[in-house]
T-cell receptor, first 114, second 115 residues
Framework: SQQGEEDPQALSIQEGENATMNCSYK?????LQWYRQNSGRGLVHLIL?????REKHSGRLRVTLDTSKKSSSLLITASRAADTASYFC??????????????FGKGTKLSVIP | ETGVTQTPRHLVMGMTNKKSLKCEQH?????MYWYKQSAKKPLELMFV???????ENNSVPSRFSPECPNSSHLFLHLHTLQPEDSALYLC??????????????FGSGTRLTVV
């Protein structure tokens, strides 16, 4: 079942601008992850933020997590045309018998115009 | 390359055909996953194998049959598919099914078209 839901569904910005994508989820999680997918390709893991963390950085990426609001945001600063892709949030939660399951949202399609 | 290799990249098959998708990883991971990605839908988890044992079958129709002969290889056998099964099939791997520290590693996917 769907857990994360990204907003907006599509985003178009000029090169050099910042891009912000949001993710909301419904149940308790252990961590939240962001992935990127270029058209028709596999997903690439970008960043993982644990439920006890509030903010994390990796290069031009900044992720925040607010567990009280069950929401996360991904900020890409100084965007480049090469950042054009779909971005997915995924929540990892305990699924029973010592196992954890990763559940994905529908994604945000980002277009960066040169 | 991510370390997870899927073949073939593209597959067109008739509804009466039998075909197989292959996934291979040499990352030392012990959990492998099949996901289905259809247009405008979230990724759907189909099957999970942990240390070669199937641990999840997400109510997938029996026309999809997974096989995991060892921790490095995963197959998805396809038989009498329907046009609505056309999608991008993604394989992923992770250290195991415990809480991840580094996320999943995905292959590039197989684009399946059922005619």
């Amino acid at each position: 079942s769907q857990q994360g839901e990204e907003d907006p569904q599509a985003l178009s910005i000029q090169e050099g601008e910042n891009a912000t994508m949001n993710c909301s989820y419904k149940t308790s999680i252990n961590n939240l992850q962001w992935y990127r997918q270029n058209s028709g390709r596999g997903l690439v893991h970008l960043i993982l933020i644990r439920s006890n963390e509030r903010e994390k950085h990796s290069g031009r990426l900044r992720v925040t997590l607010d567990t009280s609001k069950k929401s996360s945001s991904l900020l890409i600063t100084a965007s480049r045309a090469a950042d054009t892709a779909s971005y997915f949030c995924a929540t990892e939660a305990y699924s029973g018998a010592g196992s954890y399951q990763l559940t994905f949202g529908k994604g945000t399609k980002l277009s960066v115009i040169p | 390359e991510t370390g997870v290799t899927q073949t073939p990249r593209h597959l067109v098959m008739g509804m009466t055909n039998k075909k197989s998708l292959k996934c291979e990883q040499h990352l030392g991971h012990n959990a492998m996953y099949w996901y289905k990605q259809s247009a405008k839908k979230p990724l759907e988890l189909m099957f999970v194998y942990n240390f070669k044992e199937q641990t999840e079958n997400n109510s997938v129709p029996s026309r999809f049959s997974p096989e995991c002969p060892n921790s490095s290889h995963l197959f998805l056998h396809l038989h009498t598919l329907q046009p609505e099964d056309s999608a991008l099939y993604l394989c992923a791997s992770s250290q195991d099914q415990g809480l991840s520290s580094y996320g999943y590693t995905f292959g590039s996917g197989t684009r399946l078209t059922v005619v």
